[in-house]
Every structure is written in structure tokens, then in C-alpha cells.
């Protein structure tokens, strides 16, 4: 199995450039999951989708993010404007179930924006 | 106050010593309690899970969950420098849509 799959792994932009994340998860996983990691902050859940529909966007900050999830085996995380302050590290987990507290996290994709 | 607390170190200690790493919580409600290690520039992955309270071992670790206190430990035994990573604790509630609320991690050295 090649896990949780995400592209790409690094994107440095510009201040206002529209940045999308993208992310495969494990074949026969229901559940993904998009968090964000900063040293200041930590692991922040973004948003998570169950059997492709979004189930809970709470932790979006603000609506210059959103995802989609339109099959089974692909979703995107797009930031539009980009901004400083995004620069991050993203990850996309999947997890057999929602009811499943294992969580198989990809590699990450690190964001600088300039 | 967060929901979960965790202090993030770094916390150096020499190669064979027994580490204890711990957490706690707020939210009484929270049922199921796991540590996820995540080496530099990698994901987390998952290293222990519990359920409810008491202990579980596996190999050199051992979790440890106490509900009254609202306090969960990690402990590592014959500690090895590939232990050397972040140790983020993480816990769920059914009345929370077994969301996973996370603690801050902490960066563990194993000096050989």
C-alpha cells in the first residue's frame, strides 16, 4: 500500500497567487481529514469529509480556504488569495472510518508564502 | 484553557534512561486517548491507543490513562536515539464525532 499520497511536497508563491494542495488517500479509507501544523499553533483540523461529503468545516479560517473531495480517491485544499501568514505545514490523513480514531497521515506539503 | 495540554519541550535525556511523557485534558467526555510520534518532516503515525482508563503496554512503551485526574502518560523504556521525535497526544469524545483534539507535541531527544 503506498499510504496517503500528497502533492507537492513543497510550494514556495507569491502574496495573492492561488495555491492547491492535493491529496490521495488510502484506497478503501471513508474518511480525510486536512490539518494544518505550525510551530505557534500546532495541529489544527481544517476540515474532514466521510464517504466524500464534508462533514465539518469549522476549522477553515477564512473563506480564502476550501476543499473539495470529488471522488473517493482525490481531494484539494485551495487557498485563494494566498497569504504570509499561511505558510504552514498541510497534511492529509485518511482513516478507514469516522468512527476509527487511527488516523494515516501523508508526508505533508510545506507552504511558503512570500 | 486548551482541551488538551502538553508541554512542548524539548525534553533531552541520555540514551537508556525511562521517559515519561504526559498530558491532560479538560473534557471529562473524552473516552479514547492515543500518542502519535511524528519524526522531522514527517507525518504523525500512531504509537499507542487506549480506551477508557488503566494501561497498555507494547514492547518498550507503555500508555497510561487516568480518567479521575484527567491525565494520560507515554512512557518509554531503554529510550534509543531513533526515539528522538515529537510525541503529540490525542484524545476523543463520541459527543464529539470522534473528532481528534490534539495536544501541542512534544520534542523528545535521546542524547547517545
Known amino acids: 500500500d503506498a499510504g496517503v499520497i500528497q502533492s507537492p511536497r513543497h510550494e514556495v508563491t507569491e502574496m495573492g497567487q492561488e495555491v492547491t494542495l492535493r491529496c490521495k488517500p488510502i484506497s478503501g479509507h471513508n474518511s480525510l481529514f486536512w490539518y494544518r501544523q505550525t510551530m505557534m499553533r500546532g495541529l489544527e483540523l481544517l476540515i474532514y469529509f466521510n464517504n466524500n461529503v464534508p462533514i465539518d468545516d469549522s476549522g477553515m479560517p477564512e473563506d480564502r480556504f476550501s476543499a473539495k473531495m470529488p471522488n473517493a480517491s482525490f481531494s484539494t485544499l485551495k487557498i485563494q488569495p494566498s497569504e504570509p501568514r499561511d505558510s504552514a505545514v498541510y497534511f492529509c490523513?485518511?482513516?478507514?472510518?469516522?468512527?476509527?480514531?487511527?488516523?494515516?497521515f501523508g508526508p505533508g506539503t510545506r507552504l511558503t508564502v512570500l | 484553557q486548551k482541551e488538551v495540554e502538553q508541554d512542548p519541550g524539548p525534553l533531552s535525556v541520555p540514551e537508556g534512561a525511562i521517559v515519561s511523557l504526559n498530558c491532560t485534558y479538560s473534557?471529562?467526555?473524552?473516552?479514547?486517548f492515543m500518542w502519535y510520534r511524528q519524526y522531522s518532516r514527517k507525518g504523525p503515525e500512531l504509537l499507542m491507543y487506549?480506551?477508557s482508563s488503566g494501561n497498555k503496554e507494547d514492547g518498550r512503551f507503555t500508555a497510561q490513562v487516568d480518567k479521575s485526574s484527567k491525565y494520560i502518560s507515554l512512557f518509554i523504556r531503554d529510550s534509543q536515539p531513533s526515539d528522538s521525535a515529537t510525541y503529540l497526544c490525542?484524545?476523543?469524545?463520541?459527543?464529539?464525532?470522534?473528532?481528534?483534539?490534539w495536544g501541542a507535541g512534544t520534542k523528545l531527544i535521546i542524547k547517545p
Open positions: 487506549t480506551y
Open positions: 490525542a484524545m476523543s469524545a463520541v459527543d464529539s464525532n470522534y473528532q481528534l483534539i
Open positions: 473534557n471529562s467526555a473524552f473516552q479514547y
Open positions: 490523513a485518511s482513516s478507514p472510518s469516522i468512527l476509527n480514531n487511527e488516523q494515516f
